[in-house]
C-alpha cells in the first residue's frame, strides 16, 4: 500500500548539484505551472509489474488536490487530508483510522507534494523523447542518491507542450516496475466545499481508530 501511494504521490526530488541544467529547467516549468492552479483533478491508471514473479496488476485512481489538501480513492479507499488531519476510510473493513500528518517529515507519502520537485534525495537527467499519439513526451530520469535506496530509478514522462505530467515509471531493485499513467488532468475545476472535510456522521457503522 506504501509503494501505492508513493507513485500515487509523485515524489519526484531535486537535488542541488551534478544536475542537467535542461532537466531543472523542464522540472522547474511544471512545478512552477502546477502551482499555478487553483485546483488539479487527475484520473490515473496504476500498474504493478514484476516479470520474474509473475506479477501484473492494474488498478484506476482519481486524486483531487487544492493547496495542499486532497482526496483520494484508489484500491476501494478513500483518503482526506483537510491541511491537518488525515481521514484514511476503509469500507471493506467498515473503519476509518485519523491521524496528523506532519509535513516536515521526509518519509511522509502525501499527494499534496504531488507535482513539486525539491525534495532531497534524486540526482536528475534528461532521458528519451518518445511521440505518444502525436504528443511529444520528454522524459526525466532520477536516480536516488542513497545507494541503499528500494527504488533503482524514476523516469517521469512529461508533455512538452502542456508541461503537464503524462506518467511516471518506477523501477526497484527488486525488478519491480509501477508504472503510474495519467488519463486526465483537469484544472480549475468547480469543487464542492466539503470535498477535503470529513462528515462523522456518515460513518457512524463504522469503528473509528485516532491515532494521536
Known amino acids: 500500500m506504501k509503494n501505492v501511494f508513493l507513485i500515487v504521490t509523485l515524489l519526484i526530488s531535486a ?23 487553483k485546483n488539479i483533478s487527475i484520473d490515473f491508471k496504476y500498474t504493478l509489474e514484476n516479470l520474474s514473479e509473475n506479477i501484473k496488476q492494474e488498478t484506476r485512481g482519481d486524486v483531487v488536490l487544492e493547496g495542499n489538501k486532497y482526496r483520494l480513492n484508489i484500491l476501494g479507499s478513500t483518503r482526506v487530508y483537510d491541511g491537518k488531519t488525515l481521514y484514511s476510510i476503509s469500507p471493506d473493513d467498515d473503519e476509518v483510522t485519523i491521524s496528523t500528518e506532519n509535513a516536515d517529515d521526509e518519509n511522509s507519502i502525501t499527494p499534496s507534494k504531488m507535482l513539486t520537485f525539491y525534495e532531497d534525495g534524486y540526482t536528475y537527467n534528461m532521458d528519451i523523447t518518445q511521440n505518444v499519439k502525436g504528443r511529444k513526451i520528454q522524459y526525466v530520469k532520477l536516480t536516488p542518491i542513497d545507494s541503499n535506496a528500494e527504488i533503482k530509478y ?18 526497484g531493485n527488486n525488478g519491480t516496475k509501477t508504472t503510474l499513467t495519467v488519463n486526465s488532468f483537469k484544472t480549475n475545476q468547480p469543487i464542492s466545499k466539503s470535498l477535503f472535510t470529513f462528515d462523522e456522521n456518515k460513518y457512524k457503522d463504522y469503528y473509528i481508530n485516532k491515532l494521536d
Not at 19 to 37: I, P, R
Not at 157 to 163: F, L, N, P, S, V
Not at 164 to 170: A, G, T
Open 154 to 171: 524514476v523516469l517521469l514522462g512529461i508533455d512538452a507542450q502542456t508541461k503537464h505530467i503524462y506518467n511516471l515509471i518506477e523501477v
Open 15 to 37: 537535488f542541488s548539484f551534478s544536475q542537467d541544467k535542461k532537466a531543472e529547467t523542464l522540472l522547474n516549468d511544471v512545478s512552477n505551472k502546477a502551482k499555478a492552479y
